[in-house]
């Protein structure tokens, strides 16, 4: 018996001090590479790199019922304003480390900067989060690494016969 692929319904993030809509390169790519494997996009915003603002929109993103991909760009790094990774820890119910471990692996090829990411992946309910960085070059390098498991992790999630 085939399994019918889960329409992949996704939200963007940018967490950003400095970013908005019309100059939010990293987020737009996201978009791109999203629609470019067919999904939706849902939703799409940039809030301060603020640990309550990025917590409360995740939140927000997590329990609708037509959101079960969120990506995030921003806030990954070591500057005190870098808060991307303890809000989605706050909000994620399980840890997907080995998405954030083939992230960085493929990434230490490219540059040993690499090593300073700090993004996480998990899971909240039905919900997928994924922090990329917020460099535009780095998050298409970054979508490349999760494109070959994005359906399979979803699908994964929302059907309920794998649980």
Request: proline share 4%.
């Amino acid at each position: 018996m085939t399994r019918s692929k889960t329409i992949i319904r996704s939200a963007v993030l940018t967490a950003s001090d400095t970013r908005h809509l019309d100059n939010d390169v990293s987020g737009t790519i996201l978009v791109g590479l999203l629609v470019s494997i067919g999904a939706e996009i849902v939703d799409r915003r940039i809030v301060k790199d603020d640990l309550d603002s990025i917590r409360q929109t995740l939140t927000e993103f997590v329990i609708r019922d037509d959101v079960n991909l969120v990506l995030t760009t921003g806030g990954t790094g070591f500057s005190p304003r870098d808060n991307t990774p303890e809000a989605t820890l706050s909000v994620i119910e399980r840890q997907a480390s080995g998405i954030a471990e083939a992230i960085r692996r493929a990434s230490m090829e490219r540059t040993p900067m690499a090593m300073l990411s700090r993004g996480v992946a998990g899971i909240c309910g039905n919900t997928l989060i994924i922090n990329f960085p917020g460099s535009p070059k780095a998050v298409a390098e970054c979508f490349d690494v999760i494109k070959p498991i994005l359906q399979h992790a979803i699908d994964q999630i929302s059907d309920s016969s794998f649980h």
